[in-house]
T-cell receptor, first 113, second 107 residues
């Protein structure tokens, strides 16, 4: 049981490049979310999903796309990277039963130059 | 809209002294509140959830609906408590975080 797995751990992109951050969970969790963590701003919700085929926007969705074709995977796509997207990205998942809270991945540190 | 406020960005406490990390929230419904901890460059870990009313690593937190607060407390700080602490609110299927408090325990 690996929990929530994120790849890559580190990435450097040039402005305008696109890429996909991968997130997979093996706990059969229905809910999955993507957050970005920036100094002094805490964690802000980018997109979330309540099940396969269902996604919705969070607080800061602009410049990001998601899809949820399977229960296990929830990739985050950067369409055209900008320096403002330099951040640490965390994926998280949970069951419908809220009481256990979210389980987080180890994060992807992204730098856009 | 739901909001979580952690008024202290930084908090330094001597080893053995009591710790209190403040958290206030705004939410129109019945909230579910959590504390998460992040040790240096690691993933976030769930520390406490208000529903369970448990004590983890000596920390406790009580939900005060009248004051809309969920402060985290520990009677005697230990050096290994140094970390980033986030208060979070679950509402409308979304988990909203505060900006976090960096706790440093002074030996």
């Amino acid at each position: 049981n690996a929990g929530v797995t994120q790849t890559p751990k580190f990435q450097v992109l040039k402005t305008g490049q696109s890429m996909t951050l991968q997130c997979a969970q093996d706990m059969n969790h229905e809910y999955m979310s993507w957050y970005r963590q920036d100094p002094g701003m805490g964690l802000r919700l980018i997109h979330y999903s309540v099940g396969a085929g269902i996604t919705d926007q969070g607080e800061v969705p602009n410049g990001y796309n998601v899809s949820r074709s399977t229960t296990e995977d929830f990739p985050l796509r950067l369409l055209s990277a900008a320096p403002s997207q330099t951040s640490v990205y965390f994926c998280a998942s949970r069951t419908i039963t809220r009481r256990n809270g979210y389980t987080f991945g180890s994060g992807t540190r992204l730098t856009v130059v | 809209a739901q909001r979580v406020t952690q008024p202290e960005k930084l908090l330094s406490v001597f080893k053995g002294a009591p710790v209190e990390l403040k958290c206030n929230y705004s939410y129109s419904g019945s909230p579910e509140l959590f504390w998460y901890v992040q040790y240096s460059r690691q993933r976030l870990q769930l520390l406490l959830r208000h529903i369970s009313r448990e004590s983890i690593k000596g920390f406790t937190a009580d939900l005060n609906k009248g004051e809309t607060s969920f402060h985290l407390k520990k009677p005697f700080a230990q050096e290994e408590d140094s970390a980033m602490y986030y208060c979070a609110l679950m509402g409308n299927e979304k988990l909203t975080f505060g900006t976090g408090t960096r706790l440093t325990i002074i030996p």
